[in-house]
């Protein structure tokens, strides 16, 4: 499989964190955060612009895509926004920095998200999509950006 169709992937120290690792979540540097962070950038940096083909023909698609990888990208420090539809949307707005009572970040890029959108989005709807690849919650947050801008007409 080419590297630029390969989806991402939680490392094995993220999936099966030994019992120190999980007593040390949280902790800067030397938490398992850190390690998987690291993990998932190496992962992006094999990536280049070739992998953008994997959006498809549709221009409106494309930018669309372009500009909500940008807000993931921005806010969560990601090193690039080579994002693939195939990508698990869970690893995208994954914040290394965010503890489980500290979720700022992602309620940030999810407002910066809903903008782009034109309307507020149910918590349902985003709960939902960190179980669906990119490409599939792109669609359907597009596809709510065109039913909220036909209903403005």
């Known amino acids: 499989m080419m590297e630029h ?4 992937t939680w490392p094995d120290c993220w999936k099966k ?6 007593v040390l979540l949280g902790i800067p540097i030397v938490g398992p955060q850190a390690k ?14 070739d ?3 994997n959006w498809g023909d549709n221009p409106e698609r494309q930018y669309f895509a372009a500009e909500v990888s940008r807000i993931l990208k921005t806010n969560l420090k990601w090193p690039n926004s080579f994002f693939i539809p195939a990508d698990p949307f869970e ?8 503890y489980p009572i500290d979720m700022l970040t992602i309620e940030d890029v999810i407002q910066e998200i ?8 149910p918590g349902s709807f985003w709960l939902a999509s960190l179980s669906k690849p990119f490409g599939e919650v792109v669609d359907e947050l597009l596809e709510a950006k065109k039913s909220f801008a036909n209903s403005k007409k």
């Open 5 to 8: 169709r390969k989806p991402l």
């Open 51 to 53: 992998c953008l083909v």
């Open 91 to 98: 690893i995208l707005c994954w914040d290394k920095e965010a």
């Open 114 to 121: 809903e903008t782009s959108v034109g309307k507020r989005l």
């Open 17 to 22: 964190p030994s019992a120190i690792k999980k």
């Open 36 to 49: 998987t962070y690291k993990q998932i950038c190496a992962q992006l940096e094999e990536r280049t612009t």
